[in-house]
């Protein structure tokens, strides 16, 4: 059987790794080992925070919804409430954006919880 040599193929995949590596700092963008663990954290790192993400903007849109609230004159955890008993459908996402940028229809909302 003929010797296989995997030089190309070698050059190849460690042209990859680097390739994903490139911008990051010290011997993380140059060295094949040390990339490796790099782009494995940074996996690592992506998945938990694709989850984290959903999180965060329902905190943000928490807030924002709170202190336009507040300005109005109500809480936020009564409006919520509210929300609940008139069988109002709208998510907190749409909320925050009807308050941040067209509070007189948020303000009918609220009209309408009461």
């Known amino acids: 059987m ?10 190849k995949s460690r042209k990859n790794i680097l390739r994903k590596v490139k911008g990051y700092r010290h ?19 992506s998945f938990a925070h694709r989850r984290d993400k959903k999180g965060d903007f329902r905190r ?4 924002r919804i709170s202190s336009s609230l507040k300005q109005m004159g109500t ?6 409430h509210a929300l609940k008993l008139k069988n109002i459908g709208l998510d907190r996402k749409i909320l ?17 919880t009461k």
Do not use: C, M
Not at 60 to 63: C, H, K, S
């Open 27 to 45: 011997g993380r963008s140059t060295k094949e080992r040390q990339a490796n663990e790099a782009i494995f954290h940074a996996g690592t790192y």
């Open 75 to 80: 809480s936020y955890s009564k409006f919520i």
């Open 60 to 63: 943000l849109w928490n807030v």
């Open 2 to 11: 003929t010797r296989v040599k995997k030089g190309v193929n070698a050059l």
């Open 96 to 112: 925050s954006d009807l308050a941040q940028n067209h509070p007189e229809i948020f303000k009918k909302v609220l009209e309408a």
